[in-house]
């Protein structure tokens, strides 16, 4: 406990166990060949996926856009109707008066 309390000297050089610790380490690391190779699988699927999902999103944007229009076109429809409905309710009312 009493060791935490006196700062570390900066000057002082690396011991050989430390030195040797860190080397340990490398040996565990995966070679930068796999690593690049599964890095650029993950990218081909990403890209996969994205393509995918681009191909769904356009079919979805076009069913929306006949959607739209088939709405639009009922809405007309509807004030069709409704204008011909007040042009016979005025008829009606003109033939009983």
Not at 2 to 15: F, I, K, N, Q
Not at 48 to 61: C, K, S, V
Not at 79 to 97: H, I, K, P, V, Y
Request: hydrophobic content about 35%; overall charge negative.
């Amino acid at each position: 406990m009493g060791a935490a309390l006196y700062p570390v000297d900066p000057s002082r050089t690396e011991t050989e166990t430390a030195t040797r610790e860190r080397s340990n380490v490398a040996l565990f690391e995966r070679p930068s060949e796999q690593s690049l190779t599964r890095a650029l699988g993950v990218i081909s699927q990403l890209e996969a996926d994205l393509a995918d999902l681009t191909i769904e999103m356009r079919g979805l944007q076009e069913a929306l856009a006949r959607t739209e229009h088939k709405i639009s076109c009922q809405d007309q429809l509807l004030r069709n109707a409704m204008l011909r409905e007040q042009e016979l309710r005025t008829q009606l009312g003109q033939s009983l008066g």
